[in-house]
């Protein structure tokens, strides 16, 4: 999952255990197309993550 994943805002590390996972609210079909997505390199629901001061800035 280096691809995108690790740059997703969606991308979480779970360290007690060392798993990976997408915590975007997708259903089945949603997911479907995510994994297809990422398996060939792109994935539609994809969404940089920004720092905590593009939020900020937004907000002003």
């Given at each position: 999952m280096e691809l995108l994943c690790e740059?997703?805002?969606w991308y979480q590390l779970d360290e007690e255990n060392g798993e990976d996972f997408c915590t975007a609210v997708l259903d089945e079909d949603e997911y479907?197309?995510?994994?297809?997505?990422?398996?060939?390199?792109?994935?539609?629901?994809?969404?940089?993550?920004?720092?905590?001061?593009?939020?900020?800035?937004?907000?002003n």
């Open positions: 740059k997703c805002r479907r197309q995510a994994q297809a997505g990422i398996s060939s390199g792109r994935c539609r629901f994809f969404c940089p993550d920004s720092d905590d001061y593009q939020i900020v800035r937004r907000q």
